[in-house]
């Protein structure tokens, strides 16, 4: 202070004043100590503060504020708690959660993990341990004989004593969001959440399409098993269990699963379309996850569940930042039955459908035989399917003509 700019003297006046009031003001208004100097030159006095690097973070007047490109803006709620602990070196996972007990942790959901540990051969001690304590302290979920909020999560009895928000929200909707036809909850730890959720799914939610090879019955999931599981777990290890619950919203022609927070720091939605670096929400719930073997590698979530539907004949997923969280879509296949006869297709016009998916084209002349249908009536009902924009017509003229699916 007394210096311009430039690095220019201009020197102060009521020095003694200043002297005074500066370092009073810093610590009323920032909680900090700091040094003040006083310097002179040419008869012209300025001053030095000194701050010293401080490894707790400082408020001005009781509130954070953070720097974002030329706009200051005020920490609160979720953001100002993750700001904390990054500051204290923590993650909210890693905390202790101070009224809970051993008593509160559930031993099936131990075995449980330790039957996924083994199989994915990732600890070597897990076999021969039975001392859930013991496993807990190989695992940094207990800290000075307290446990984290990550074991509760994990393997607690009841998360929700804790964390009222641990569960999945599932709800059926019909053609709009507003259609809310029925829903449920699923409430557990998280070690076995996703699998409880998926099993709901497929018992109330999902449909099973049925066909036959030969005398053979086979059941095939709307959606592949792999890809919802692996949106469930993603959703698992990165959520803010201080805000909403998992919402999983199941419609005719697709499945959302969204759940409450933000991407890292310096990835994009496109950065999870492609091999990206892993930095999880709940670093402390993943790393445990990927040692009991539901996860296979961090930060392939996304490319698994893209490459689960590419292999399924499904569109890829989207994958948007909404409603403060992120959203999976995955959609169903566009041509099933169930969903071709809502636009109103003919029964001879799901046969071609259905001669398509197999064959990738049809003729004039295979609508025909296929449907035992005369020629006029083959031409309207595929100039119909391309009006509805299920199928494209080569634009050929004669023989070579022929239809493929959009």
Known sequence: IGKNDLGNLTGITNVKKLMEDIPNKIRNHLG?????????E?????IEIDVKTYNVPISYQGKYYYRSGST?????????????????????????????????????????????????????????????????????????????????????????????????????????????????????????LPDRTIELLEKKYLKSPISYNGLHRIEKS???????????LNAV????YMGAPIQVSVYDDKIIVWNEGTLPEGLTVEDLKRKHPS?????????????????????????????ECKLAGLPEPEIQLVGGGISVTIFK???????????????????????????????????????????NTATADLANLVEKHIILYNGQKGAGAFYTIK
């Open 333 to 375: 296949d566009f041509y099933n039955i169930d969903y071709l006869k809502v636009i109103g297709l003919n029964d001879r016009q799901l046969i071609a459908i259905v001669h398509l998916k197999h064959n990738r084209r049809i003729s004039n002349k295979d609508y025909q035989k296929i449907n035992n249908c005369s020629r």
């Open 42 to 46: 040419s008869d012209k006095y300025f």
């Open 279 to 307: 930095r999880p929400q709940n670093p402390l719930l993943a790393d445990i996850c990927f040692k009991g073997g539901l996860i296979e590698a961090w930060g392939r979530g996304t490319l698994k569940i893209i490459e």
């Open 72 to 192: 200051k803006q005020e920490l609160i709620g979720s953001a100002l708690t993750d700001f904390l602990l990054r500051k204290s070196g923590k993650t909210w996972d890693d905390v202790i959660e101070p009224k809970a007990n051993l008593m509160d942790i559930d031993s099936k959901a131990i075995e449980s993990f330790k039957k996924g540990a083994i199989k994915s051969k990732r600890l070597s001690f897990i076999a021969d341990e039975t001392d859930v304590k013991s496993i807990l302290v190989n695992l940094r979920l207990l800290d000075d004989n307290k446990l984290k909020r990550a074991s509760l999560l994990l393997f607690g009895i009841d998360p929700r004593d804790y964390f009222p928000n641990a569960y999945i929200k599932i709800g059926k909707f019909g053609i709009s969001d507003s259609d809310l036809q029925f829903q449920d909850i699923v409430e557990s730890n998280a070690f076995e």
């Open 222 to 232: 709307e959606y592949p098993f792999e890809a919802i599981r692996e949106m469930l």
């Open 32 to 40: 900090i100590i700091c040094d003040v100097n006083l310097h002179s």
């Open 237 to 240: 290890v990165h959520r803010n």
